[in-house]
């Protein structure tokens, strides 16, 4: 039987902002840790689309032992990324597309390869497929959004071991910060993605994600906006929650505006509202006319990385003051940009006060 849900996943072996490879390892880690939980380890399925690596994902990430006939890797070969990601630096739209394109589970959803899938998401989503009917919607007709909370760069930059994270969401994780667009008057899916799901056949029958989208952003915009033509965009946090926990990797003094403009200087996608199709890609889409295979995550083959969930007692012992080290450095990082914050008001308000004051000279002159 086809699991019920396939977690798609797209990155590659780099150290893109410092920490991405443990970032990857502890989303996957806990998100499988995190289903077994819920008792849905048996109905998951993970597909790490690993785009260009020179060094495959699979040979060096260290999992824990419940990735063994759960996680998938698709090695897209550096021949062929650099052939299909054209003048773009990361095409996330075609690396997903292709974990897509090969998913079996009936729902399939996309995170971040730093985003964390918390236990009580499992449950949640799992008693939504199976009392479907007690709900407004047809859960296999709608694309359903999740806004996701952030776990402060104080504490994800660390890399810390694998129990510090588990320990301090079960402690903070209802008390992080909810990442929303609606701060802006936007709507819930312009937000940065928590999770997005929607049925196989949906994907299937929209091509996905508009291949031509190679730059940064706007592709869940651009998604949403077509599906929209079809199905009913749901805010699926009413039902599930917000139990999606993203390791933060921008420091707490770069400005939210600013960390994908001068903080990350990369070409981007233009927003387009209107005439848009339903299905944006060919037949071809996801790369199927390559023959690219999943290979399934081999245990065995990495057990001379470090065991993610082996502690040591200096592990241990360290835990609550390394936190709390990180939590009040975080706390004078939010106080330092409040700060910054009423300074750049107070500029502000004494440029216009100026201006004014310059027009009603200007005019008694």
């Not at 929209?228 to 933060?248: P, R, S, T």
Request: with cysteine; aromatic share 12%.
């Amino acid at each position: 039987m086809n699991p019920i849900l396939s977690l798609i996943i797209c990155s590659r072996n780099d150290s893109y902002m410092g920490n991405s490879r443990w970032r990857l390892e502890t989303s996957i880690n806990l998100a499988l840790l995190n289903a077994q939980k819920a008792n849905f380890i048996n109905q998951l399925e993970i597909i790490v689309s690993d785009w260009g690596s020179n060094i495959p994902l699979s040979d060096v990430l260290s999992l824990v032992p419940e990735a063994e006939g759960r996680v998938n890797f698709l090695h897209i070969p550096a021949v062929i990324a650099k052939k299909e990601q054209k003048d773009s630096k990361f095409p996330e739209v075609i690396a997903l597309n292709a974990a897509a394109r090969r998913a079996k589970g009936d729902y399939i959803a996309r995170i971040d390869n730093d985003t964390i899938v918390g236990n009580e998401f499992y449950t949640k989503f799992n008693n939504c497929i199976d009392n479907k009917e007690n709900l407004w919607f047809r859960p296999e007709n709608v694309f359903m959004f999740v806004e996701r909370r952030s776990i402060p760069y104080r504490i994800s930059h660390k890399s810390f071991p694998l129990f510090y994270i588990e320990q301090y969401l079960k402690w903070f994780g209802k008390k992080l910060k909810v990442e929303s667009a609606r701060e802006w008057s936007l709507p819930f899916w312009w937000s940065p993605v928590g999770i997005m799901i929607f049925h196989r056949k949906i994907w299937e029958n929209s091509r996905g994600y508009n291949e031509n989208l190679i730059y940064w952003g706007w592709m869940e915009g651009d998604l949403a906006l077509r599906l929209a033509q079809k199905h009913h965009l749901i805010d699926f946090k009413d039902h599930v929650g917000n139990h999606l926990y993203h390791l933060e990797h921008y420091s707490n003094l770069v400005d939210y505006k600013d960390r994908n403009g001068p903080a990350t200087p990369r070409k981007k996608n233009i927003p387009v509202f209107e005439n848009l199709r339903y299905a944006e890609n060919d037949e071809n889409w996801g790369l199927v006319d390559y023959n690219i295979e999943k290979s399934p995550y081999d245990y065995s083959e990495v057990l001379d990385l470090k065991c993610p969930m082996k502690y040591s007692l200096y592990d241990k012992l360290t835990f609550l003051p390394c936190i709390t080290i990180a939590i009040l450095k975080h706390i004078i990082d939010e106080n330092i940009e409040a700060i910054q914050l009423s300074l750049r008001t107070i500029h502000s308000k004494i440029k216009i006060k100026l201006g004014y004051i310059k027009r009603i000279t200007l005019d008694k002159l």
